[in-house]
């Protein structure tokens, strides 16, 4: 038996070990030398995407339906609930007329920080940003459930304010001396760690906006990219 993980594992090594070796086909060359060599003659069908657009491929990601929650009268601004924790920006939490209603989400499974947000009618809201703690460290979908699932069990703990992708980080490098399992999992988190270098985040969190600022000038049910609401953040690229 082999597990879906171990198959992964598998399937990565087989496909390193083809775009390293020489074929014949190529001149003697590997795949990934044949790559570099059209690239940097400029020729072929090759295209690069720039840096700043390869986290914004949704039809490449994973993508959920999650409706927005809020409660004007308890004070409690619009977000959406995703993977144990809650996500919002400076744009959603003033969209008090969007409480109720269904976004579309799409996700990086190797780093589930951020989000882009999209209305059921296709408009884009944005990037929406995990509350804290969640959004501090680089973490995979996988290792978000498998943290609240060892929680869970009593076997983590994990103090108010901590980091806990940071706290399970130390957990797992302890199993790993005796543990083989742990230690391919840490191996993984890690892989998943050094990949989310490429992903787009927005560092900055929703600010504190009186409900009543905004709910009177929020649509019910669309929002116009023509209205008067503030652009979403700005993101940068952070690299690990």
Known sequence: ???????????????????????????????????QFLLDKGEGLLRSLPVSQRSTLCLLQEAAVVPVCGNVRRSVRPHVNFAYSRYSSRLLSGMTGLIGQKLRIYYNVKDIRNVRAFLMNGEELGTLTAARPWCLTPHSLRTRQEIHKLIRQGKLRVREGEDPVGAWFAWKQKQARTHSADAASLARALSDRAMAHSALANPSEAVDVPLAAHSSNVPTTTVSSGSGFPAPVLTKIFTY
Not at 6 to 25: F, K, M, R, S
């Open 1 to 35: 038996m082999i597990t879906l993980d171990e198959l992964e594992d598998v399937i990565d090594v087989v496909l390193a070990n083809y775009n390293g070796e020489p074929h014949t086909g190529l001149g003697g060359r590997t795949p990934l030398e044949a790559m």
